[in-house]
């Protein structure tokens, strides 16, 4: 049972690249959600997805984009890669009010 | 401000101290609680659910505090392996789970 899979782990951008994270999930859950960690800030919600085909902005949404693709993925979309996009990015998924269970985490670094 | 607060620390506490974490919140929708560990470079993991009657699980213990709006996290007997970052996270009406800060604690023999 991999659980939540993130892809790619590590990636190093050009400020105006534009790229895609990916995240899926085996676990059947409804909700999913995208993260970002930095240092001293903790997890600050990107964007939230409660089920399929919808999806809600959370704390800190500008500069990206998200699809909730079905059940299992959710893709967080960078347009125009900026360097205060550096981050750690986690994928988490839930059911109901069941915990989180979190991806391994994507490094992104944006020069 | 933020919705969810937390004293970042560092927390310094020698082998076998007893240590509190508290983490304030704004929204008193507020519908369910949790304390999460991550370790360095890791993904959080859920350490423990917080209940209103606040819940025991071994030498941890979690609180909730409803009409002042916090949780707590007691940790009794540190030991070395308890070293981490403690982050509790609020689940809201709309389903959003927010995070706070986290905490470090550093466990010294």
């Known amino acids: 049972n991999a659980g939540v899979t993130q892809t790619p782990k590590f990636q190093v951008l050009k400020t105006g690249q534009s790229m895609t994270l990916q995240c899926a999930q085996d676990?059947?859950?409804?909700?999913m959600y995208w993260y970002r960690q930095d240092p001293g800030m903790g997890l600050r919600l990107i964007y939230y997805?409660?089920?399929?085909?919808?999806?809600d902005k959370g704390e800190v949404p500008n500069g990206y984009n998200v699809s909730r693709l079905n059940k299992r993925e959710f893709s967080l979309r960078l347009e125009s890669a900026a360097p205060s996009q550096t981050s750690v990015y986690f994928c988490?998924?839930?059911?109901?009010?069941?915990?989180?269970?979190f991806g391994a985490g994507s490094r992104l670094t944006v020069l | 401000r933020k919705e969810v607060e937390q004293d970042p620390g560092p927390f310094n506490v020698p082998e076998g101290a007893t240590v509190a974490f508290n983490c304030t919140y704004s929204?008193?929708?507020?519908?369910?609680f949790f304390w999460y560990r991550q370790d360095c470079r890791k993904e959080p993991k859920l350490l423990m659910s917080?209940?209103?009657s606040g819940n025991e699980d071994g030498r941890f213990t979690a609180q909730l505090n409803r009409a002042s709006q916090y949780i707590s996290l007691l940790i009794r007997d540190s030991k070395l392996s308890d070293s981490a970052t403690y982050l509790c996270?609020?689940?809201?009406?709309?389903?959003?789970?927010?995070f706070g800060q986290g905490t470090e604690l550093s466990v010294k023999p």
């Open positions: 988490a998924s839930s059911e109901g009010v069941w915990v989180l269970t």
């Open positions: 676990m059947n859950h409804n909700s």
């Open positions: 997805s409660a089920s399929e085909g919808t999806t």
């Open positions: 929204n008193s929708a507020s519908q369910s």
């Open positions: 917080v209940y209103s």
């Open positions: 996270a609020v689940k809201n009406q709309g389903g959003k789970l927010i």
